[in-house]
């Protein structure tokens, strides 16, 4: 256990697991949180801190982090795909509501072999067939087949 005694490596995987841990669990914020963990850990690195100290430091790199970068990175990221490339792999493709969705009640839809959150207008039981009709960014809007004549 004494390498629990060593900060900057413990700052450093608990860091890289953050950074895995983005790619299991998208919005981009986990990222960030693992950032601010590897400043801990070169801080750390250099200088003896305090575990107070060293959790305020990775909170406040994180949401600084988080602050000035989040919102230009999410722009780069959902822009490399053109909106035409992805009306073109979902727009009127079919796909299986696997909860119930509403107005004002969202749900799941199973499209291509991926669980995908959806929102619909019409009321759509599980089990029941949909037709995709756009998206909001990673939001799929559905139709039920029942209503598309």
């Known amino acids: 256990m004494e390498y629990l005694q060593n900060a900057p490596l413990v700052w450093f995987i ?11 669990v998208p919005g981009l914020i986990l990222l960030f949180f693992g950032a601010g963990a590897w400043v801990v850990a070169l801080i750390c ?3 003896p801190l305090g575990i107070n100290t060293q959790l305020i430091l990775f909170l406040a790199s994180s949401i ?7 919102k230009s990175l999410k722009k780069i ?10 009306e073109d792999e979902f727009l009127g493709k079919t ?3 696997e909860t119930y969705i509403g107005p004002g009640s969202d749900g799941k ?3 291509k072999g991926t669980m995908w ?11 029941e067939k949909v037709t995709i009709t756009g998206n909001e960014s990673i939001l799929l809007i559905v139709q039920s087949t029942k209503t598309i004549i």
Not at 14 to 24: R, S
Not at 117 to 127: F, L, P, T
């Open 14 to 24: 608990i860091g890289f697991v953050l950074l895995i841990l983005e790619f299991v």
């Open 45 to 47: 690195f250099f200088m």
């Open 64 to 70: 600084l982090s988080i602050l000035m970068f989040r």
């Open 77 to 86: 990221m959902w822009s490399r795909q053109s909106s035409s490339e992805i």
């Open 95 to 97: 796909g299986i509501a």
């Open 109 to 111: 839809v199973d499209f």
């Open 117 to 127: 959150d959806a929102r619909s207008a019409d009321v759509i039981g599980k089990g």
